[in-house]
């Protein structure tokens, strides 16, 4: 397997997917109640994706069928972001967490297919051409960006804790966040410095979810909310550096799925 990115990038990326996939397991009567009443055996599908995202979080780590594992992971994501999402928008449309949710759910989609555009395994017919994976991954990733930054313009309550508490001025600082994230976006899909772009948004988010999750999780490390929104930020920062290696591999990628 070849690849564009550091292993610690994709290490970064698979990490969530392995918390997230032990969650469901040990959460799995409310992730059940997540699932859409119409699906047959809800806790079947609790489990079920709870294993996928365990097996991608390895794959990822160890380097093996990583393009595979991760087109599957977008696909996974696209069916929560088309099932899942739309009933809690539909029922509560004024809650800024649901929007949130949805936002990072699509920019982590878009960090999944372009690991797939960074990611070669030998030579079979294409799936997508090579230039349309970077693009798609792209448009995913950024396009959320705008919402989530235009969240901090407004100081919503979900969105400005990411701030520390212990940061000077902290209101400031989350409108100089909210605007950071919406340049970011502008930069990734319109202008030619992609690398440069999503290479710095990348140690700006690892850098916010470190200092604000770690001293929370040391504190109190049975918070599975704070996990769950740590995990949400480290695979964000983590897509930031994907996106970022897609301003090179877009003519020598192809979605094989070969050894």
């Not at 365990?54 to 994501?77: D, E, H």
């Not at 979900?158 to 409108?175: E, H, M, R, W």
Request: glycine share 8%; aromatic share 12%; hydrophobic share 60%.
């Amino acid at each position: 397997m070849r690849t564009h990115l550091p292993p610690i990038v994709i290490a970064l990326f698979g990490i969530p997917w392995i918390i997230f996939g032990i969650q469901h397991f040990m959460y799995a009567g409310f992730v059940r109640d997540l699932v859409p009443a119409y699906m047959p055996v809800r806790i079947f599908w609790v489990y079920f994706t709870g294993i996928a995202m365990i097996a991608a979080g390895i794959s990822f780590i160890i380097r093996r069928q990583v393009q595979p594992a991760a087109f599957l992971l977008g696909c996974m994501l696209a069916l929560f972001i088309l099932m899942l999402h739309p009933l809690l928008l539909a029922q509560e449309p004024q809650v800024g967490i649901h929007w949130t949710r949805v936002m990072q759910d699509i920019a982590i989609m878009g960090a999944a297919f372009g690991l797939v555009a960074v990611t070669r395994n030998g030579k079979a017919l294409p799936i997508f051409s090579a230039s349309m994976i970077p693009v798609i991954a792209r448009y995913c990733y950024a396009l959320p960006l705008i919402v989530l930054g235009a969240q901090h313009f407004v100081h919503n309550a979900f969105v400005t804790a990411k701030v520390p508490d212990y940061f000077p001025l902290k209101n400031i600082f989350d409108y100089l966040v909210g605007a950071i994230l919406i340049a970011a976006a502008y930069g990734i899909l319109f202008t030619a410095n992609i690398r440069r772009v999503a290479g710095t948004l990348g140690i700006m988010l690892l850098a916010l979810a470190l200092f604000y999750h770690i001293p929370l999780l040391v504190a109190n490390p049975y918070n599975a909310i704070q996990w769950t929104g740590a995990m949400l930020d480290l695979a964000l920062a983590a897509g930031a550096f994907i996106i970022a290696r897609t301003a090179v591999a877009g003519q020598a990628t192809e979605l094989s799925f070969g050894q």
